[in-house]
């Protein structure tokens, strides 16, 4: 299987680390994964990106494009040529500008993904899923407070 991921390169460090730590799950899997970064802000920086991203398409044959935030989800749904999934993480829901673009992406995307329940809205349970953003329990596992503080170097009985 080949992935198309559809995300925002806009920070200074790069692409959000959920993002990048899901492909390298991906790849360990076996399923073939390539980046589209989108550079440019704002609904026309994003939409300046569409045809650099259908030519991306054209060059390769994937199965699958996966967008991260909705504006991001916008553009990829354009291309009908291949099935989009959109991850929505809360920025692009509870922000009342990037809702309304996020809402039309929702209506064109094959399949939706939400990181919490609060931020589906309407979205028909049939074409959605929440699924929480995971956590490697190899590097964060649950510890006493006393150990908590003195890998902190803070005294227990300041807290």
């Not at 460090?13 to 991906?26: D, K, P, R, Y």
């Not at 996020?102 to 589906?120: D, E």
């Not at 809205?121 to 899923?129: D, H, I, L, T, Y």
Request: hydrophobic share 40%; with cysteine.
């Amino acid at each position: 299987m080949k992935v198309l991921i559809v995300c925002s390169q806009n920070h200074e460090w790069g692409i959000a680390s959920f993002i990048t730590e899901q492909v390298e799950a991906l790849v360990k899997l076996g399923i073939e994964v390539d980046y589209f970064h989108i550079r440019q802000k704002g609904i026309v920086g994003y939409l300046r990106n569409y045809l650099p991203m259908r030519q991306k398409l054209k060059k390769k044959r994937y199965d699958l494009v996966h967008a991260h935030y909705g504006l991001s989800g916008l553009l990829a749904t354009l291309q009908r040529r291949v099935p989009v999934i959109v991850t929505y993480h809360g920025s692009d829901i509870n922000n009342r500008y990037h809702r309304f673009f996020s809402k039309i992406a929702m209506l064109l995307a094959r399949f939706n993904i939400f990181v919490h329940a609060n931020i589906r809205g309407n979205c028909k349970p049939s074409q959605s899923a929440i699924i929480p953003c995971g956590i490697d329990m190899g590097q964060f596992y649950p510890v006493s407070r006393g150990q908590a503080c003195l890998q902190l170097n803070l005294s227990p009985d300041s807290q």
